[in-house]
Nanobody, 122 residues
């Protein structure tokens, strides 16, 4: 029932910034965990950031900590991922996902968006 839609992807040069949005028709759980994942070709899908809806407790993968910021707008039912100092290694399809608990395993999430492409050139 709950639908998630990502937007904001695009192509940037190394050092540039992008702001991704994950808009939900509704959150599937009370205090749902919303995480951003990314997947590069031939790579496993990896979690890069998480937050609980209504709770300011962001967490980040070591690879993006200090560069990415996850935030939310409860009124708009939207979670954002501000990505700064982007590097070619950040290239991939970015997905938002919702589940009950913020864990790094993609299998723990019940709802997924369709993804948005992020390409960082050198």
């Amino acid at each position: 029932q709950a639908q998630l839609v990502e937007s904001g992807g695009g192509s940037v040069q190394a050092g540039g910034s992008l702001r991704l949005s994950c808009a939900a028709s509704e959150w599937p759980y009370k205090s749902a965990c919303v995480s951003w994942f990314r997947q590069a070709p031939g790579k496993e899908r990896e979690r890069v950031a998480s937050t609980y809806i209504g709770i300011n407790t962001p967490s980040y993968d070591d690879s993006v900590r200090g560069r990415f910021t996850i935030s939310q707008d409860s009124a708009k039912k939207t979670v954002f991922l501000q990505m700064n100092s982007l590097q070619p290694e950040d290239t991939g399809v970015y997905y938002c996902a919702a589940g009950t608990i913020c864990r790094p395993d993609p299998g723990e999430y019940s709802h997924w968006g369709q993804g948005t492409q992020v390409t960082v050139s050198s």
